[in-house]
């Protein structure tokens, strides 16, 4: 009851939402977390949720934290997963392709451009190195990388670990 105080008087401090990512069981049903958290925040069944993130971030504009803008990225659901989990979308944070674009797009492309990203999401694009810091902040992801050749065979290969730190020049990749 005491922690559950705390965190009732620094939310009300402060302009936030807590949201309870859950994943219900027969053993623990959602209505139990419910009960235990729907006072302090809001409670997220996650187990086949492909728009929790989605949902936060309607919450988070409808309480006036967050602007329009605040989850703009790909049109691919933003979420973390495991390599344990049932498949899940992945975010898409490259992708090439025979668009029509020129041949130097990524070569002729500035340092400043591979960090804010650049391209067109539905073609060829680079999420940016700034989107992929502030993503993986603060938990953990994987990488998944996908490559088809031209004769439509696909290699795979899979990180259990990604994250991009630091800003401006001092970016850094971790896997």
């Given at each position: ?131 992929l810091a502030k993503m993986t902040n603060s ?37």
């Amino acid at each position: 009851p005491l922690l559950k105080e705390e965190i009732l008087i620094q939310k009300s401090l402060s302009k936030s939402e807590i949201f309870f990512m859950v994943l219900p069981s027969s053993d623990t049903p959602l209505a139990t977390f419910q009960g235990i958290f729907a006072d302090i925040g809001h409670v997220i069944d996650i187990t086949n949720n492909i728009d929790a993130v989605k949902d936060i971030a309607d919450i988070m504009k409808a309480s006036g934290i967050c602007n329009e803008d605040c989850a703009q990225g790909p049109t691919e659901i933003i979420r973390p997963r495991t390599l344990q989990s049932e498949p899940s979308p992945w975010i898409t944070i490259l992708r090439r392709g025979q668009y029509g674009n020129p041949a130097a797009m990524f070569s002729d492309a500035t340092f400043s451009e591979y960090v804010a990203g650049f391209g067109d999401e539905n073609e060829e694009f680079w999420f940016g190195l700034q989107k992929l810091a502030k993503m993986t902040n603060s938990s953990a992801w994987e990488l998944q990388v996908e490559l088809v050749d031209f004769e439509e065979n696909t290699y795979l290969a899979e990180y259990s670990s990604f994250k991009v730190e630091g800003s401006g020049e001092n970016l850094q990749t971790h896997s």
